[in-house]
């Protein structure tokens, strides 16, 4: 397919992959923020073939992985109340909460239904005018302004019944926070792809401005990822951190203005919860009070009981990369897809999962 | 979740659009790419066209791989 296998050529990946051998000479410690690139990275043994100089570390960015127990437990309360029906994207289903999951709310009877696209969620409630529809928005930038447009699109179509739990995040806030733990000693970060190509690359400049730390957006072919890769450490190895754009046929400097618009004029950043950091300052986007009638947290009384976490379960650290899958005594073990234990083993992106189809090996 | 695939626009109505990848088509909405114009590849992400594809960078991306290859060679 145009687009796809040209930036999947063995002769090139080969060639790529012997320059950054030639050019890398400190060891160095790179994070793959994005779950995509985790998957891209172990289903394509990218990692096997890198040099010893060079670490992989997945980080946080899996949106599914970092929703916070009290706020699939909010969902979870929300799906239990009548002539609500709740629609979300699949891979929420199965993510057990502090008591239960999704699925085990379908199961007892509530009406949830897995949706492709949030536009669907505005379809069911058109059709259901007797129903309020709630939709899980859960999500990065890249999600963020299809669920804006949704928002507009029903207030445009009069669809009053249609309802958002806003979990968005953002991506920038987060690696601050990462970055200010100081858990992990970084030398350059692969950045988001399609966060980027809504963001642009100017979000990420005080990374390398104030922690010295070099940054390159990459695609998600293994070209993508190896040339990314290679600029990183031509970025290290020179000493010249910057942020710099490897996946430029999908991401400009200013990223998607319009779509930044349609975020900003439903969305304000407030702070967000995530799964092993915690609270972060203006880390998540919550509904403008203009559209407070969507807003499913103003609309629905929604009690849930007192949080409890999973024993044992080192999703948190996985997160902020001073964990690996490996580390944990449940993975493989007690936690695998179809019993998972913590989110990372469920989402499809989630590192656990990652490490679990594609069989990475011990580093 | 941020998966997104390059797809090419067939057709376009008001703010719909009907593309194809692989044979298959389906319909997605430009609320996000209003710029997109039929022909164009756009990155669709949840139904959603979330930015239009750069050719020309995917090409100078495909020709600084080729380079890079001449150049390995060359030493």
């Known amino acids: 397919m145009k687009l796809i296998d040209e930036f999947r050529d063995v002769k090139l990946g080969k060639k790529l992959i012997a320059k950054i051998h030639q050019t890398s000479t400190k060891p160095v410690k790179l994070m793959e923020f994005c779950g995509g690139?985790?998957?891209?990275?172990?289903?394509?043994?990218?990692?096997?073939?890198?040099?010893?100089?060079?670490?992989?570390?997945?980080?946080?960015?899996?949106?599914?992985?970092?929703?916070?127990?009290?706020?699939?437990?909010?969902?979870?309360?929300?799906?239990?109340?009548?002539?609500?029906i709740i629609t979300t994207f699949g891979d929420m289903m199965k993510v057990p909460g502090s008591y239960s999951s999704l699925q085990e709310a379908k199961a007892q009877g509530a009406d949830v239904r897995i949706v492709y696209s949030v536009h669907d969620a505005v379809d069911i409630a058109a059709v259901n005018p007797q129903k309020s529809v709630v939709f899980l928005g859960i999500g990065f930038e890249t999600t963020a302004p299809t669920i804006a447009a949704s928002i507009l699109e029903a207030r445009q179509n009069g669809v009053r019944n249609f309802h958002v739990l806003s979990l968005l995040k953002l991506c920038p806030p987060v690696m601050k926070a990462l970055l200010d733990l100081g858990e992990i000693e970084l030398s350059g970060i692969v950045c988001p792809g399609h966060v980027s190509a809504i963001i642009g690359s100017h979000p990420y400049e005080f990374i390398p401005e104030q922690y010295k730390i070099a940054c390159v957006i990459s695609g998600f072919e293994p070209l993508d990822i190896l040339l990314t890769v290679d600029m990183l450490i031509e970025q290290i190895e020179r000493d010249k951190p910057t942020v710099e754009i490897a996946y430029r046929r999908g991401v400009k400097p200013e990223g998607n203005i319009h779509a930044l618009k349609l975020i900003e004029q439903v969305f304000e950043a407030d702070s967000a919860n995530w799964r092993g950091i915690g609270a972060v300052t203006k880390s998540g986007l919550k509904i403008r009070k203009q559209y407070e009638h969507f807003d499913a947290e103003k609309v629905f009384p929604i009690v849930s009981a007192p949080v409890r976490e999973a024993k044992g379960c080192l999703c948190g650290e996985i997160l902020r990369g001073v964990k690996t899958p490996h580390d944990c005594k449940l993975f493989g073990q007690t936690c695998v897809p179809e019993h998972p234990v913590g989110p990372c083993m469920v989402s499809s992106e989630g590192a656990c999962a990652a490490y679990f189809h594609f069989g990475a090996s011990h580093e | 979740m941020c998966l997104a695939v390059p797809v090419r626009i067939v057709s376009i109505e008001g703010t719909n659009a009907e593309v194809e990848i692989g044979g298959v088509r389906r319909q997605?909405?430009?609320?996000?790419?209003?710029?997109?114009?039929?022909?164009?590849?756009?990155?669709?992400?949840t139904g959603y066209a979330i930015t239009v594809i750069d050719e020309a960078e995917a090409e100078q991306t495909l020709k600084l791989f080729e380079e890079m290859a001449t150049i390995d060679e060359a030493h």
């Open chain 1, 37 to 84: 690139h985790t998957v891209a990275i172990l289903k394509h043994g990218i990692r096997q073939l890198l040099p010893p100089t060079i670490e992989m570390l997945s980080g946080p960015g899996c949106p599914v992985c970092v929703t916070a127990n009290a706020d699939l437990d909010k969902a979870i309360a929300l799906a239990k109340l009548p002539n609500v």
């Open chain 2, 28 to 45: 997605v909405s430009l609320w996000l790419t209003p710029e997109a114009r039929v022909g164009d590849y756009v990155l669709l992400h």
